[in-house]
């Protein structure tokens, strides 16, 4: 997977930070897309760092 961007430094950045948090969310029993689809859907409603943290893979039941 590579995320395309004007600035490469940046989106190997943002391609590492997803693939961390995929391989993260593996390691905890989630299913990728099923798990990166509740963060996707949850992150806009967080209101504060620990709404935020609740989405972390370990935090998530």
């Given at each position: 997977m590579y995320i395309y961007?004007?600035?490469?430094q940046?989106?190997?950045?943002?391609?590492?930070?997803?693939?961390?948090l995929i391989e993260t969310?593996?390691?905890y029993g989630h299913e990728p897309y099923r798990y990166l689809r509740q963060v996707f859907t949850?992150?806009?409603k967080?209101?504060?760092?620990?709404?935020?943290?609740?989405?972390?893979?370990?935090?998530?039941?």
């Open positions: 961007s004007i600035n490469r940046a989106g190997d950045r943002t391609s590492a930070t997803l693939y961390s969310a593996k390691l949850e992150l806009p967080a209101q504060s760092v620990e709404e935020i943290e609740q989405l972390l893979p370990w935090n998530l039941v």
